[in-house]
């Protein structure tokens, strides 16, 4: 496997690999930059990748990914990203928890870690037992709540955008996965009068879905297919590929979903279908703004420039006649770079 000749190797400051095999415990944790504070932060993931290979890459994907996100919102924090190579449901233990915090603790302050796909806020407090190191919620914070608040104000300022419409109600939006951000995106895009196609591979999400706010549910294989005005992924990364993007019929893609863009061209190749994408670093950025908890009202105002955010980049796109992926990350660098940072 070559690290440095990786497509998503783009000068990462560190990579580690961690291992006891005793327990089943395999993770990388990669450090794409550690910002003007000398800190990097993201998730920690656990999923049963097929491949080692296929962890590192994803590694290395996720935290870039993070660095530019936090610069967008303007937070002086690099990105990282650990992944666990175990399947959350079946490996996921105190053990292999305990694992991870002491792996996170021997990157002495470097990386901060949050939750991600296949942890929450009760293993975070396990993984805190064994590092300071962990961005524990703040009381009453809501970090899947957060996140989809975010990307509903985000789809509302790409509605505007690419239909001229001026709320959510009546439009129609084809959800892909249903776990805790997905469900918690459904109620509020349902409250606010959107009209909903969902699907998952877990069955009892769909169900529990259909059954509270009436969605139409729809195989997992079909849901590219669906005749929408909004597209929104909501599951792991790479689901938009040469295959999937050909099947889109919808007018706007945005959702919660890290990387959802196999490669940076399927931004270009939308674009030319005219279909906008709100990017994923822009639009999934609201449980990095609301892990800080606080008033509900200064909570809901710090999301709420998510819009404004993604306006600009939406603009800045026209004015540079380059993808939204391209201009998010190009704003991306030039605040990172404001803030003292390396691009």
Known sequence: MSLFGNVA??????????SDLAIGFRAVIAIHRTGPLGTAGGGCRIWPYAH????????????????????????????????????????KSEALLTALGGAIDRMGGRFIASEDVGTGPADLAV??????????????????????????????????????????????????????????????????????????????RVDAVVAELGAQAVPPETIFDREVDVFSPC?????????TVPRLRCAIVGGSANNPLAHPALADLLGARGILYAPDIAISAGGVLGAAGGDERVVRGRLDTIGALLEGIFARAERDRSSTHAAAEQIARERLVAMGGRP
Not at 11 to 18: K, Y
Not at 60 to 84: D, F, H, N
Request: proline residues 3%; aromatic residues 4%; glycine residues 10%.
């Open 52 to 91: 080692e290979t296929d962890a590192v890459r994803d590694a290395l994907r996720l935290s870039r990914a993070m660095t530019y996100k936090l610069a967008l919102i303007e937070i002086p924090v690099g990105g990282a990203k650990a992944v666990v190579i175990a399947d959350p449901a079946r490996d």
């Open 235 to 243: 599951a792991l990364g790479d689901v938009l590929d040469d295959t």
């Open 127 to 204: 993984i805190a037992r064994s590092t300071p190191w962990v961005n524990l919620h703040a009381p009453g914070a809501d970090n899947a709540g957060a996140t989809a608040y975010g990307v509903v104000v985000g789809l509302r300022a790409a509605v505007r955008r690419r239909l001229g419409r001026g709320t959510l109600e009546g439009v129609t939006i084809a959800v892909q996965g249903l776990g805790r951000v997905g469900h918690s995106l459904c109620r509020q895009l349902a409250a606010a009068g959107a009209r909903l196609t969902v699907t998952d591979l877990d069955r009892a």
């Open 9 to 18: 190797f783009d000068n990462h400051e560190q990579i580690s690999f961690f």
